[in-house]
């Protein structure tokens, strides 16, 4: 199977990122609906939390979603042909950044609900997984903003040779 090009493995890729994206607007627009049908959230100080932890998720959504955009236009560029291209360079810059907000957004997600909160919605030993499942995430991001910047720097060395290589008869 092709790698770049229409039917190849980069428009299918595509499509997929269109569709996660599809799904990250649904479940942001219902996250609200069920948090508010919870029966099990009666404290007030309960229901605070919840709307803290919601409040962070919406925050890390947005650079996710914008995320999701990058990469599909990066996509699009491998499905068009146009593989080394300074504007690929500049998607893959952007979505580093968006990565390391989210795991910024994470870690102090983790800060404000142990320290501030003192993380009431869970008992004790689901709020310990839970404060370990929000790290391990955060640091997935910003290990992952670090390989992009890595992938940038790598992809800009590519261009360079490229478009030396174009200059030269």
């Known amino acids: ?11 299918i890729i ?8 599809v799904i990250c607007i649904i479940a942001m627009i219902s996250l609200p609906v069920f ?5 099990s959230v009666n404290d007030i100080s309960e229901i605070k939390d919840v709307i803290v932890e919601m409040t962070f998720m919406y925050i890390a959504a947005i650079p996710a979603l914008l995320m999701i955009i990058e990469f599909e236009k990066i996509f699009n560029d491998f499905t068009k042909g146009n593989i080394f291209s300074r504007k690929i360079e500049n998607r893959l810059k952007r979505t580093s950044l968006y990565s390391l ?5 994470f870690l ?18 689901f709020r310990i ?11 997935i991001f910003l290990i992952l903003s670090v390989g992009l910047i890595i992938l940038k ?7 360079d040779n490229k478009e030396e290589n174009d200059l030269t008869i």
Not at 110 to 125: A, L, M, Q, R, T
């Open 1 to 11: 199977m092709k790698i770049v090009g229409n039917k190849s493995i980069s428009s």
């Open 14 to 21: 595509k499509f997929f990122l269109i569709v996660l994206f």
């Open 35 to 39: 948090v508010r049908n919870l029966e």
């Open 101 to 105: 907000i989210i795991g910024i957004v």
């Open 108 to 125: 102090l997600n983790c800060v404000i609900y142990n320290c501030s909160f003192g993380g009431k919605i869970f008992e004790e030993p």
């Open 129 to 139: 997984m839970y404060v370990i499942v929000i790290i391990l995430i955060a640091l």
């Open 153 to 159: 720097n790598v992809y800009k060395t590519a261009v």
